[in-house]
């Protein structure tokens, strides 16, 4: 009996092992593909990773500016057609540009996290929709200050 419940135990803790890193892992992806979406324009990696209903806006301090301004509302169809801007454009981010991500915390079926980009910080709101980590909400701030 003893021996049945210990590998209960176990069996139990691989499963939520497990479960956590894949978690992790489909968080850090839709996280990474918001990142490289818009660094190397690719639309493909921002609609895998946005909802259709996202929420972004933010606030950027211009190098004469002694404040904050907040700046207008990017939907969905205004994040694609900024990254089709930048690949059109070419106008790619330099290679060692900063491409952070860090989970804060998660459960079952949302979480948040942290990004880390060439413009600045990103704090993000994310659900599992299926099997699959999406981004729904996204508040930003630029340029990042050390």
């Keep these: 009996m003893k021996n049945?419940?210990?590998?209960?135990?176990c069996i139990l803790v691989i499963n939520l092992s497990y479960s956590q890193t894949l978690n992790e892992e489909g968080i850090t992806k839709a996280c990474m593909n918001y990142l490289e979406g818009f660094y190397e324009g690719d639309s493909d990696k921002l609609i895998a990773s946005l909802q259709p209903n996202l929420n972004?806006?933010?606030f950027w301090k211009d190098e004469?500016?002694?404040s904050y301004r907040q700046v207008n509302h990017m939907s969905f169809d205004a994040a694609l057609a900024f990254?089709?801007?930048?690949?059109e454009k070419k106008e790619f981010p330099a290679d060692d540009a900063p491409k952070k991500v860090?989970?804060?915390d998660f459960s079952n079926t949302i979480a948040a996290a942290k990004v880390t980009a060439w413009?600045?910080?990103?704090?993000?709101l994310l659900s599992k929709r299926g099997d699959k980590w999406m981004i729904e909400q996204v508040i930003w701030e630029g340029p990042h200050e050390k």
Aim: hydrophobic share 50%.
């Design 119 to 124: 413009w600045g910080i990103d704090y993000m």
């Design 4 to 9: 049945t419940i210990t590998l209960l135990l």
């Design 56 to 58: 972004k806006f933010g």
């Design 64 to 66: 004469d500016a002694d």
């Design 83 to 87: 990254a089709k801007n930048v690949k």
């Design 102 to 104: 860090e989970i804060l």
